[in-house]
Structure formats: C-alpha cells, structure tokens
C-alpha cells in the first residue's frame, strides 16, 4: 500500500506552510520566471499562468496522491503573500527518506525564509511523520541553496560529478550548462540546537503548530 503524506498546514513565527491553491496562480507564475529559478531549477521558461495552474490543480495532488512527495506554499503569516515553495520528492516510504527543496521569490530574499520554511518541514517530517532522513541537493554553484543547507544542520556527503544540468541566459535564450550536486543529508540528531542558533541568528522561533 502507497502511503501519502497528509493535507498539511505548519505555521512557523512569520510563515505558514500550506498546499497550494488557485489564487496562487499569479504569484507563483511570477516567481518562476525569476532569473535566479531559471537558473537552477528545470522549471521551463518562460513559466505561464496556464502552467502554474496545471502544478496547482495536477501535479502537485497526483505528487501527493502517489506517494511521491508534497508541495507546499510558503506565505507570510500577516500578509498571506507568497513568498516561496517548499516541495519535497523522491519520497521513500520503507526507509523513510525523502528530498527536500526551496524556492524564495525575489521579493522575499535576504529575509531567511528559506531556512525557517525547510527547518519547520524537516522538524514536521522527523517528529510527525517518523522520517530518518532528508536529502538535499544542489548545484555546485548555487551558494544560497547551500547556505540553507548549512543553517539546518544539513551535513555534506560528497558530490555527483556532472549530474545536474543548470541554466545559462545567452543572446539567443537559456542554455544547458552541466555542473555537479552536492549532496546533503539530514537526520533527526542533526537538527539539536539548530531552531535555538537561527533564532539567535535571524530573530525567528522554528515552528509553533502544525495541524
């Protein structure tokens, strides 16, 4: 049997984690076309409202529905605006591991989200659903997605030699440049004392509820 992760909300001081919705759409086609997304991530270019309705309405509910991982809108908890994403794939039931990444809108940068958003899934993941570990993967030049990585508690394990294929704007468009992953892992020990360092850090408790 296919186990799914749940319908999930996780609010944190100043985000709430939740599925994501139609009035996302708008947002969420904006973030993606940032330079920055383009870059990393194989999300196409240019991104429409047809396809960020597409992921609202198909792909991330077939994603959850199939067990294979979970999409979940990061929102500022006084605003409700969208801030970012937070998808986890790749999901192994039987040993319990699944990959976690984040996307930030470039209206929301500099702000630490990103780490109090993955921070907040990965406590989640560890302490409600009985996860063991959580990998992250990013391109070895993408110093931010690595920043969060380290803030987290997350524990470099190696690098996948030309495994990633990262994006290059040139005059006539975007360009397919092969690079290496850096791999990270996290495990429920990894993460003591980690919520206490950022909130020094960044002035953020991790998480208050989930529901």
Not at 154 to 171: F, K, M, P, Q, Y
């Amino acid at each position: 049997m296919t186990s799914t992760f749940p319908s999930i909300s996780i609010s944190t001081e100043r985000l709430v984690l939740r599925p994501l919705d139609e009035d996302d759409v708008p947002a969420l086609a904006e973030m993606m076309n940032d330079e920055q997304v383009a870059a990393w991530t194989d999300v196409p270019q240019p991104f429409s409202e047809d396809g960020a309705r597409n992921w609202v309405t198909e792909y991330a509910p077939d994603e959850r529905a199939a067990g294979r991982g979970l999409d979940l809108a990061v929102t500022e908890f006084l605003t409700q605006r969208l801030v970012g994403l937070v998808q986890l794939g790749k999901t192994n039931w039987h040993i319990r591991s699944t990959e976690l990444s984040y996307i930030i809108a470039p209206w929301a940068r500099g702000e630490g989200y990103a780490s109090e958003a993955a921070l907040a899934t990965a406590q989640w993941l560890f302490s409600d659903q009985k996860f063991e570990r959580i990998e992250i993967r990013t391109a070895a030049d993408n110093t931010a997605s690595q920043q969060v990585a380290q803030k987290i508690g997350c524990i470099s394990e190696g690098v996948l030699r030309n495994a990633c294929i990262v994006h290059v704007r040139t005059d006539d468009g975007w360009a397919d440049v092969r690079s290496d992953f850096i791999v990270w892992s996290l495990l429920p020990e990894d993460l003591e004392g980690v919520a206490d360092q950022l909130a020094d850090a960044d002035g953020f408790t991790s998480f208050s509820d989930w529901n």
